[in-house]
């Protein structure tokens, strides 16, 4: 069933956006993944599993599994990033902060430092091509939850040495049901100390001692809050933690049954800050455009209130001051062109 309306989708294709938290690897053109997939000789059964129509969370971490193995090489890296950003860039969105997980792959000749290179590569070439000219893009690197303490560690080094070339800082991610938070807190401490920002993906699953955790680390994003009691809702209200929000992704792996149901509509009322994003919109099927059309439909929001939304956003990014008051400039002259078009 479509979610939304023709010309809802139209004003948020035309609305000037900001997208907080996309995952590189599963951000990926589908025309991609499949000629990919084909280059690379990938057994049939598994082109099934990129082909299945909605996913379990469980599911789609199978499907990352499959995807990690066609984008194997620097300079696979290299293009699928820059074709990320020139969608992103295609989708009106004005700033990406893109994520990706930096991978040792020995059989390739690739080092965490050698796959974040290729990443930066692409986002060079993404924004010299007339396609990524009128987006700017910053970098996270993610530690994957089936990491240990060392090589998280490894991941926040490298961030940190590479921070003058637009990273920007460190996300937690992976399988909600693997690890523990006791394994990469001195990495995001670290973090800390070296003046990168930390997003986490938090509460996919319902785990209260966790989510209690990282509400105590107090990153400055979170990511999801699906799965909270009424302890830590009034715990993370209190803390004024902005959250990043992707709706499709949460019902699509089920952690959360209906869009009306989704907690985008508690927190908003209750004026938190919130923040609305893809997450993976290959995967989803998705693009930020759809997600704010998803949200005006499932939560009668006006075009007033999108464009607050959208424009809230930029408060919210991990950038420096000054180029957050540019980036705020770049929305009002956008707008002009926007009001002729729609009512504001
Ligand atoms: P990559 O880091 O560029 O390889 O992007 C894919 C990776 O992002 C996956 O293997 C996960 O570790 C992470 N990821 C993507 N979506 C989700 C999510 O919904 N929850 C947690 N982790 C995710
Ligand atoms: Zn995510």
Redesign the pocket.
């Known amino acids: 069933m479509q979610q939304y309306g023709e010309e809802q989708l139209k004003f948020c294709q035309a609305l000037p956006k900001v997208e907080l938290h996309a995952?590189?690897?599963?951000s990926l053109r589908d025309t991609t993944i499949r000629e990919l997939a084909l280059k690379r000789n990938l057994d049939p059964a598994l082109t099934k599993v990129i082909e299945m129509g909605d996913r379990t969370l469980s599911e789609?971490?199978k499907l990352?599994d499959i995807i990690?193995r066609i984008t194997t090489d620097h300079d696979t890296i290299t293009r699928i990033t820059c074709e990320v950003i020139e969608d992103f860039a295609a989708d009106n969105v004005h700033y990406l902060e893109l994520?990706?997980?930096p991978k040792t792959r020995s059989e390739h000749g690739m080092t965490k430092r050698s796959y974040t290179e290729a990443v930066l590569k692409g986002m060079q070439e993404a924004q010299q091509g007339s396609r990524g000219q009128n987006i700017t893009v910053r970098l996270l690197l993610?530690i994957?939850r089936r990491e240990d303490t060392a090589a998280a560690l490894e991941t926040v080094q490298l961030a940190a040495e590479l921070h003058s070339r637009g990273i920007v800082g460190i996300d937690l991610?992976?399988?909600?049901t693997v690890g523990k938070w006791s394994a990469w807190e001195p990495a995001l401490q670290e973090a800390r100390r070296q003046g990168l920002k930390v997003t986490l993906?938090a509460a996919?699953v319902y785990n209260p001692e966790e989510t209690a955790a990282m509400l105590h680390f107090r990153p400055e994003r979170l990511g999801h809050m699906c799965c909270l009691d009424e302890r830590l809702e009034v715990l993370h209200y209190n803390t004024g933690i902005p959250v990043e929000l992707c709706l499709s992704?949460n019902i699509i792996?089920e952690s959360v049954a209906s869009y009306p149901e989704h907690h985008f509509h508690p927190f908003y009322s209750a004026g938190h800050p919130v923040i609305l994003c893809t997450?993976?919109s290959g995967v989803f099927c998705t693009s930020l455009s759809k997600e704010f059309a998803i949200a005006a439909h499932a939560f009668q929001l006006s075009n007033s209130q999108l464009w607050q939304l959208s424009e809230a956003a930029i408060d919210h990014t991990f950038l420096k001051e000054e180029e957050k008051e540019q980036l705020r400039k770049k929305f009002q002259i956008a707008r002009a062109t926007l009001e002729g078009c729609f009512p504001l």
């Open positions: 995952h590189l690897n599963g789609c971490f990352f990690h994520r990706t997980t993610s994957d991610s992976g399988n909600p993906h996919e992704s792996t997450d993976d």
